[in-house]
């Protein structure tokens, strides 16, 4: 461990993953009014999936910076709610409320993939990639 040495925020994994997101939910939207049920299946499954990437990958870099920022373990210290709270304050995110229902939404993919709670999940992660943009912009400008 080299005490005094904090290594750059590395924001590759969250672009990446974002960048996979976003191209899944274009193949979503070509494809959604596909009569083939299972296409459509399993292309939103393949969408969720990237949200659950996605949405873990901000709310690592959010801690992480808050950690690094503000004090060191602050994100150990909270609930995400309070850890989605003090991003909005350091102006990381723009909208808490809507980071929590992402939490709620990604809480949903670890207990059912089908049905109308993976409907709900989707409406979620369609939304998701302009919110984690907004994050890894305002990360990049921060570093």
Partial sequence: MNIGFIMPLNVETLEKS??????????????????????????????????????????????????ENISADTSHKTTKKGLFSLAGEYFLIDDVNMWIEFHNARNNTSHRYYGILSHEVLEYALKFPSYAEYLLNNLKEKV
Avoid at 41 to 51: A, C, E, M, Q
Wanted: proline letters at 0%.
């Fill in 18 to 67: 974002i960048k996979a997101l976003e191209k899944s939910i274009n193949v979503y939207y070509s494809y959604k009014e596909d009569e083939n049920k299972d296409l459509i299946d399993t292309i939103s499954l393949g969408v969720i999936h990237n949200f659950k990437i996605a949405y873990e990958n901000s709310w690592k870099l959010m801690a992480r910076w808050l950690d």
